[in-house]
């Protein structure tokens, strides 16, 4: 029997990514799947778990340890967030950047007054990506850092422009200039807007009628996502949608310039890089890793909200602080 009992609230293609995770670690076990959906829609093909309700999840806080948040960060996450934090433990990909104090300070708060541990802004960008940014920076403080998104699918940022009136679905692409890239790799600590990092590149299906240079106007002006960057709207059918853009690849760069020694005369690079199949499936994996933390943070008297940068990680895996000696030290 499983040691630790999860549910997953959302059931899109971040929530089926976390059924899939879920199987790979022999010590979760998937309790059940909550929906807005009618549940008699929703098939998870896995015997065992239940679809629930989301209505309902207030019955189901002694049979879950963890709950996986895995609506999007427009509209679902400052709703759902602190909802789910009053019941149970919880772990989310909120990556609205800007917002992210703000989010932190709610979910805290909640979280605390109930004696549960909430996880938030897990993923690799914020998550993985904030802990190197945070590493590079403490082993070379005289530097600077860069980060380059893509070329890839945001999901955040695809299902915000869903969230607009007149769309049928969208595809965003982010994708970084190379150009920029290559003058940081090359030590040169280029000062950048945000409009010579990264490109935007929109993809929508509108409802029959809608107007597309409101449409259009809209994304592009949009802030926190879109207000900053050099967008491309491109109109397509649905079938050329589901042809051409289905796949959800991702990836990117962290990368800081520093220089060592008494006159700073040595650059030194730091470099992570993600190059990801499955946007979706790979931050899936890394919520049920912090689902894991988030139980044992809890199960020692951990209460509140926490980050990639308050959490050890030792409690990511299930392997003993031994093993970890021997295999990985």
């Not at 609230?9 to 009618?38: I, W």
């Not at 998104?149 to 695809?158: A, E, I, L, Y």
Request: hydrophobic fraction near 35%.
């Amino acid at each position: 029997m499983a040691e630790i009992k999860v549910g997953i609230v959302g059931y899109g293609n971040l929530g089926k990514g976390v059924q899939a995770a879920v199987k790979q670690n022999s010590d979760l076990e998937l309790v059940g799947v909550f929906t807005r959906r009618p549940v008699d829609t929703v098939n998870v093909n896995e015997e065992g778990v239940e679809v629930v309700n989301v209505a309902d999840a207030k019955d189901y806080v002694d049979q879950i340890d963890v709950m996986l948040l895995c609506g999007g960060s427009a509209t679902d996450l400052p709703v759902q967030g602190p909802k789910f934090a009053a019941m149970f433990n919880t772990v989310d990909s909120f990556d609205t950047h800007a917002k992210i104090p703000e989010y932190y300070e709610q979910m805290n708060e909640i979280a605390e007054e109930n004696g549960n541990t909430s996880a938030i802004s897990i993923g690799w960008d914020p998550g993985l990506f904030s802990m190197n940014r945070m590493l590079a920076g403490a082993v070379l403080p005289e530097g600077k850092e860069y980060t380059f998104w893509g070329r890839g699918v945001s999901q955040g940022h695809s299902d915000a422009i869903r969230r607009i009136d007149g769309v049928k679905d969208a595809v965003q692409y982010t994708i970084p200039i190379d150009e920029a890239i290559e003058k940081v790799r090359e030590g040169q600590n280029p000062e950048l807007t945000t409009k010579e990092k990264h490109l935007r590149d929109c993809y929508i299906v509108i409802e029959e009628g809608a107007d597309k240079d409101k449409i259009a106007e809209e994304i592009k002006t949009m802030p926190n996502y879109f207000a900053e960057y050099k967008t491309t709207v491109n109109f397509v059918m649905a079938e050329e949608l589901a042809e051409k853009h289905s796949a959800m690849p991702h990836g990117g760069f962290v990368i800081r310039s520093g220089q060592t020694g008494e006159d700073k005369e040595n650059n030194q690079i730091i470099e992570f890089s993600l190059k990801l199949d499955s946007n979706p499936e790979f931050t899936a994996s890394v919520l049920v890793a912090y689902a894991r933390a988030i139980h044992c943070f809890n199960q020692e008297g951990q209460t509140g909200a926490k980050t990639v940068f308050d959490i050890p990680l030792s409690y990511l895996t299930n392997k003993s602080s031994a093993d970890l000696r021997k295999e990985l030290l």
